[in-house]
């Protein structure tokens, strides 16, 4: 495992004596040159789990693991350094996550020239070969944010990541503000570079299709807990978990023959708030299949082959 | 005369050449370039294409909601019921929106009204158009709110926008814009910033609206798969104009336009047996301000021919039913054959 946390927790304060639970107790491991596609929807916590994963946010509980050592859980300055060379992080609004005032030699150079073990011109040098790799122009490389399009700035943000040349890359929602005809590119680019590079991803989306496409194994998230994880193709074809079911069947495709046939069983109800949550099983306001006991008793993960894991009371 | 009165029975709303640009800094942006289109009693039209197509601006032309200056409509009519609705006066315009023809938006965080109630705001609708009561006004905010099914209507009425998830404001806005039994309901991106289980309890939603309120539905999207689910007509627009326009089946199995099929072999497939890449569209749409001479989608096409360039195609009628036209030369009788095009004489092979 390149990557792996137990039981992951972090808690929001949010008012007095009110705490939100947006990430509470994940154990998920990821394997080298592997995709692990983290699906759920919004609000259930996968961005603070990729962020508090790589040391964006410090952790409340529980342990997270880079190469088997245990990665601290509140990034000193040195930290930050030391850990930005393997984790890098990809955002996902290329509108407000590069500063407008930097040029995109600036953007992209930037982490370079905090490691500083490069001249101006080697760094100079590095942007061009990036931007070229993304697909950009090293003509670019003076023009501000302003001047390019979604997704030509969702390259520059890629770029900027990969300049460091990580081992780990959290992904989070990198093509949900692009065209469908952009999404295929940046999709694409990601799939060459975890090929050439052999990255390991953490590749956050609500898009269920986009996601199976790309990740060689699926988490779905819901409330700060993982109900689902396994094979991809596992997860969306033979969805165990109540929640992955309904969320699999509310995914409408690009087929109006499918959709015709389709069973209507939209999920009720909404994701309910995860601040100050009781026991049992976070799902059981929304479940078809709750019985009393869901209520007042945590579900444990079960293992249903190998690879796929369930954490739900049905099946014990 | 008794065909004229036919044809409004068959469509609620029809737009004619219609033309609109934009006066910037930079030149004048031709957004939209010659639209036509229809939609039929109880229909629904989706409008598919990528940002910068001319989709948006297209309804908020039909609305009255072009911001003048710097939008202008150049050209073209859009007749409802037979009478043209561009380019009123606010108090002629007034008269139809929001009364004949209600309109969702994406953001329904931005759309509504921060500092009003929600059943305020439904309730202004009414006594605006309606000019009931107040009281009168508010007890119906709260019907129509539990006819898009908000959980405790009442209470939901006199709380705030902030107070609503997601979810539940594209509801009220629903309501809203249900409130004077509109003959057509236009929905710009309704879904896209919804999460896929919300997306589908407010796309059955509207069916279902559809269907009790005998509306006629003009959906703006790029989303493939909502057009799949919800769509009777395509119209796939692209650089301002429709390039292919059919029933929604049409569309999907029998795509006659390069670019239609290219928006669809960039999705990924939901079938066991995926591809191993996705086919992106290379390249991106042309700049506006000086709109090619040729077809739109020219620098993109897989198949560009040197015609493309220089001349824009006609809309080719596809099928024996006129409903499917293409707007690309691959359709003329002279063109040559394409792999995985639908093409004039591919009846059989559809």
Redesign the interface.
Known sequence: MLVRTEGLKKYFKVGRDQMLHAVDGISLGIEQNEILGLVG??GSGKSTFGKTLIGLHPRTGGKAYYEEQEIPAKFSAADHLAYSKNLQMIFQDPYSSLNPRMTVLDIVGEGLHIQGQHTKSQIKEEVATWLAQVGLNADHMSRYPHEF???QRQRIGIARAMIIKPKFVVCDEPISAL???????V??LL?DLKNSLGLTLLFIA?????V??VSDRMAVMYLGTVVECGPS?EV??NPQHPYTK??I???????????RA?Q?A??KG?ITSPINMGPGCRFADRCPSATARCSVENPKTKHISDQHSVTCNLFD | MSEMDDTFKDNVLEVENLNVEFSTYGGVVQAVRGVNFSVGRGETLAIVGESGCGKSVTVQSIMGLLPTPPGKITAGEARLRGNNILNLPAKEANKFRGVEIGMIFQDPMTSLNPTMTIGDQISETLMVHRHLSYSDASAKAVALLEKTRIPEAKKRAAQYPFEFSGGMLQRAMIAQSLACNPSVLIADEPTTALDVTIQAQILELMSELQKTEDMSIILITHDLAVVAKMADRVAVMYAGQIVEMGTVDEIFYESAHPYTMGLKEAMPSNRKDRAKKLTPIEGSPPDLFSPPAGCGYFARCPHAMALCETKQSEEFILTSSSSHFSKCWLQHPEAPKTDGLFQVGDDDAG
Do not use: C, T, W
Request: no cysteine.
């Open positions: 929807e919004s399009s979604g997704g065209d469908v005809s952009v999404q295929a590119q999709i694409n799939d609500h898009d269920l299709s986009m199976r496409y193709d969306f074809f309904l969320l069947e509310s995914n409408p495709e690009p087929d109006p023959k499918a959709e389709r209507h939209s999920i909404e």
